[in-house]
T-cell receptor, first 113, second 116 residues
Framework: LAKTTQPISMDSYEGQEVNITCSHN???????ITWYQQFPSQGPRFIIQ???TKVTNEVASLFIPADRKSSTLSLPRVSLSDTAVYYC??????????????FGPGTRLSVLP | GAVVSQHPSWVICKSGTSVKIECRSL??????MFWYRQFPKQSLMLMAT?????????EQGVEKDKFLINHASLTLSTLTVTSAHPEDSSFYIC????????????FGPGTRLTVL
């Protein structure tokens, strides 16, 4: 049973705000939500992590509703270099069990000029 | 930030040979490292969890005798693909856990393995 579901792909234009939503209906009490970005032939790069409400850093914001069954990664004013695959992971960050870090299919974001 | 390196970045080998891939945490100690495999246009697939000083835990369907993992120190884990075959050609990625409050997972740049 997949832990997360995301749209397979999204298109956007430069300068627009992009919101990618991830569904995680079976999220557990101790689970955190983490988003990664991956460019072709590179390892994933950490973007943001949160548990509830809203988290913001220098590259993105993460919105998590009260029921925590979904989360939305918000990328402000995207550029061509933001074209990548974005993965949402859900797991207990204190746990060393690998199954807590299973990647779903991700969302392939294409930013157009 | 935490840096994880992999060596080599790419390797081409003949069928039947063994290939070793190294994963190092450069500026922190990692008691746990993960190994992933990624085929073109697909997501990362977890192969095994590597814990320092103990045997690795392999995911279902991953042959432990074919993919040997050694985590001999807090900064180094190795994955050896034994008797490689063309179907083992893939992008292999390791990650290391940063202990502490955030307990983040940082990924290496990956190793492209091509078996002829």
């Amino acid at each position: 049973l997949a832990k997360t579901t995301q749209p397979i792909s999204m298109d956007s234009y430069e300068g627009q705000e992009v919101n990618i939503t991830c569904s995680h209906n079976n999220i557990a009490t101790n689970d955190y939500i983490t988003w990664y970005q991956q460019f072709p032939s590179q390892g994933p790069r950490f973007i943001i992590q949160g548990y509830k409400t809203k988290v913001t850093n220098e590259v993105a914001s993460l919105f998590i509703p009260a029921d925590r069954k979904s989360s939305t990664l918000s990328l402000p004013r995207v550029s061509l270099s933001d074209t990548a695959v974005y993965y949402c992971l859900v797991g207990d960050k204190r746990d060393n069990y690998g199954q807590n870090f299973v990647f779903g299919p991700g969302t392939r974001l294409s930013v157009l000029p | 930030g935490a840096v994880v390196s992999q060596h080599p970045s790419w390797v081409i080998c003949k069928s039947g040979t063994s290939v070793k891939i190294e994963c190092r945490s450069l500026d922190f100690q990692a008691t746990t490292m993960f190994w992933y495999r990624q085929f073109p246009k697909q997501s990362l697939m977890l192969m095994a969890t590597s814990n320092e000083g103990s045997k690795a835990t392999y995911e279902q369907g991953v042959e432990k005798d074919k993919f040997l993992i050694n985590h001999a120190s807090l900064t180094l884990s190795t994955l050896t693909v034994t008797s490689a075959h063309p179907e083992d050609s893939s992008f292999y990625i390791c990650s290391a856990r940063v202990p502490g409050e955030r307990n983040e997972q940082f990924f290496g740049p990956g190793t492209r393995l091509t078996v002829l």
